[in-house]
C-alpha cells in the first residue's frame, strides 16, 4: 500500500490569521528604518547649523551658522529706534544708550544648540518650529541716567537732605531737602525692559515733573536723633586698679560721620574703626608696663652688697582687640558700652651681678683691659651703672662687668645727677654745648663749651661726656652730666648704642 501526503491544499484559517500580524510588523519597521535613516541623514545636513524650524525673531534661521545668525540679530539690535517723549518734545535713542545689551554671538549658539543624541535629533527634525529669543540684558541704572538727563537744565534739581556737624558747637544738624523738577524713571525701565527683547523700535513716555529729594529732610532728622543717642549715653571702659578710661561726646563725635550711600538714595552713618581702635590700643600702651629686672651687686661670697636696681613687675593688656569690637558696636547704636580691660602679671627678674672690686687702672692706651683669653665671652644685656656714691661708671654685659669701674665727675650740689633707669637716646660724637637757653651771656651761671666729645644722653640734657677740661676725677663739679677722662668716654661711646640701658643711683 502507498501513503501520500498531499502538501497543494487549503492552509487551515487559524493558521492563515497568525502569520498576518508578524508581517504587518515587518513591514512597519522596515517602513520605521527607511523613514529615520531618510531623517537622520537629512539632519546631518544641519550639523553646526540650525535645525528646520528654528526662528529668531520671527525669521526662519534653518540651515544658517551661529555667525549668520549673530549678524542678523546684531543687524537687528542696531535698527532699533526708541522714541521717548518728555515735557513735549521728542528724544531718539538707540538700546545702547538706554543701557541694552544685545549678545548677538550668544543668540546664535542658542539657536543651533541641541542635544546630538539620536532620537532626540529625529525628534528636532520632526517637531516643527522651535523659536528662540534674542538674549538681551537691561542695565535698569543706565536707563534711569537716560531719563534724569531728559530734565532741562533750566529746571531746579532735588536737593537731597544733609547731615552735618558744626565744630564750633560741637552739634550735628539736618539740612533739610528740597522738592525740584524731575522724573520717575521706573516706568520706563519697565517698558524697556520689557520691549528690549522684541528688538522692534518702540515708543516711551517719561513726565517731568515736581517729585522730593531722594533723601528726604525727615530721614536726615532720624538720622540726628540716632546720632543723639549714641552720645548721650555714657561710654566708658573700666581699666586695671580701678581706673575708667572715659570716652568723652567729643572724641564720639570724631569717630562718626554721615554720607549717602553709593546709590545715593538714603544716609549712612559710619564709625572711623581703625580710630577708634587706635585710640583704645593707645589707652592699653599708656598704662601697660614693661617688666623692669633688678639688679643686685653681690660679692664673691653671693651676698649682696647693693642694690643697683629694684625690680618692677610688668603689666599687659591681653583684650584689647574685644574691647574696640564693643566700642566700634556701641557707637554704631547696636549696644551699651560695658567693657572692661583685662590685664595679667609679667613677672620681672633679680640679676646678681658682680661687685666691682676696684677701680681699674688705665693702660698704655688708656682704655682697653687685658682679657683672659681663657675666660668665656660674657652673655646678656649691655647696661652702664653709674654709681654716683663711689663716683664711677661700670660697663656691664648681663652680670659681668666688662669695663670699669672708672672715676667720673657727676653733678654738683645745686645741678644733681638724675637718679633712676634709662636709656640711652642721643649720642654725637662733637656737641657744643651751652645753658644760654637758661641764662643769657655774661650771667655768673652761663657757660658756652665748643667741641664736647662723645656725647650720650640718657634723660633730657644728662648724659655721659668726655671732659677735657678736667685733670682729675672722682667727685661732683658737673652742671649734672657724668664728666669723664675723654679716651674713657670714646671707650663707652664706641661699646655702647642707641637704647643701651642706664642704672644711675647712690
Known amino acids: 500500500m502507498t501513503h501520500v501526503t498531499d502538501t497543494g491544499g487549503p492552509v487551515p484559517a487559524d493558521r492563515g490569521r497568525k502569520r498576518l500580524p508578524l508581517v504587518v510588523l515587518a513591514i512597519i519597521a522596515i517602513i520605521a528604518v527607511l523613514l529615520t535613516g531618510g531623517a537622520l541623514a537629512y539632519a546631518k545636513q544641519f550639523d553646526g547649523k540650525a535645525l528646520p524650524g528654528t526662528t529668531v525673531l520671527g525669521q526662519d534661521v534653518s540651515g544658517k551658522t551661529p555667525e549668520e545668525i549673530a549678524q542678523l540679530v546684531a543687524q537687528r539690535g542696531e535698527d532699533v529706534t526708541v522714541t521717548v517723549t ?92 528740597e522738592n525740584g523738577q524731575g522724573v520717575d524713571p521706573q516706568a520706563m525701565v519697565e517698558t524697556v525692559t520689557q520691549k528690549a527683547a522684541s528688538l522692534e523700535s518702540f515708543t516711551v513716555e517719561q513726565p517731568i515733573e515736581e517729585i522730593a529729594p531722594a533723601i528726604t529732610t525727615e530721614e536726615a532728622e532720624g538720622v540726628v536723633g540716632t546720632i543723639a543717642g549714641v552720645l548721650e549715653q555714657p561710654m566708658s571702659i573700666n581699666g586695671p586698679e580701678g581706673k575708667t578710661y572715659e570716652v568723652s561726646a567729643e572724641r564720639r563725635n570724631s569717630w562718626l560721620s554721615v554720607a549717602p550711600d553709593e546709590a545715593g538714595q538714603t544716609l549712612v552713618l559710619s564709625v572711623d574703626e581703625e580710630a577708634v581702635r587706635e585710640w583704645v590700643a593707645a589707652r592699653a600702651d599708656e598704662d601697660s608696663v614693661k617688666p623692669k629686672d633688678g639688679i643686685e651687686q653681690v660679692d664673691e661670697a653671693g651676698e649682696v652688697v647693693k642694690v643697683v636696681s629694684e625690680k618692677r613687675d610688668g603689666l599687659e593688656f591681653t583684650n584689647v582687640d574685644a574691647v574696640a569690637d564693643e566700642l566700634i558696636a556701641s557707637l554704631k547704636g547696636s549696644s551699651p558700652l560695658e567693657a572692661a580691660f583685662e590685664t595679667k602679671t609679667v613677672e620681672a627678674k633679680v640679676e646678681k651681678v658682680k661687685a666691682p672690686e676696684k677701680e681699674e687702672e688705665e693702660t698704655e692706651e688708656g682704655t682697653d683691659e687685658a682679657a683672659d683669653p681663657a675666660a668665656p665671652a660674657p652673655t646678656g644685656e649691655k647696661w652702664i651703672d653709674v654709681d654716683l656714691s663711689a663716683k664711677t661708671v661700670t660697663a656691664y654685659v648681663g652680670s659681668t662687668p666688662v669695663w670699669g669701674p672708672r672715676k667720673m665727675v657727676d653733678g654738683k650740689p645745686g645741678y644733681e645727677t638724675v637718679t633712676g633707669s634709662f636709656e640711652i637716646y642721643l649720642r654725637y660724637d662733637r656737641q657744643d654745648m651751652t645753658n644760654a637757653n637758661y641764662y643769657p651771656e655774661g650771667h655768673p651761671k652761663y657757660y658756652y663749651t665748643p667741641d664736647v666729645p662723645w656725647v650720650q ?49 647712690y
Open 86 to 177: 518728555a515735557d513735549g518734545a521728542e528724544h531718539q535713542a538707540t538700546l545702547a544708550e538706554l543701557g541694552v545689551t544685545v549678545d548677538a554671538a550668544a543668540t546664535g549658539q542658542a539657536a543651533v544648540a541641541r542635544d546630538d543624541s539620536f532620537p532626540d535629533v529625529i525628534a528636532a527634525t520632526w517637531s516643527g518650529e522651535h523659536p528662540v529669543d534674542p538674549v538681551v540684558s537691561v542695565d535698569e541704572t543706565a536707563v534711569a541716567a537716560f531719563a534724569n538727563s531728559l530734565v532741562p537744565e533750566d529746571r531746579a534739581e532735588p536737593v537731597d537732605a544733609q547731615v552735618v556737624f558744626d565744630e564750633d558747637a560741637q552739634t550735628w544738624n539736618a539740612v533739610p531737602g
Open 457 to 505: 644722653y640718657f634723660h633730657n640734657g644728662y648724659g655721659f661726656h668726655g671732659a677735657p677740661w678736667r685733670s682729675s676725677f672722682g667727685y661732683s663739679g658737673s652742671h649734672g652730666c657724668i664728666n669723664m677722662p675723654v679716651s674713657e668716654a670714646k671707650w663707652l661711646y664706641d661699646w655702647a648704642s642707641m637704647g643701651t640701658r642706664v642704672e644711675v643711683h
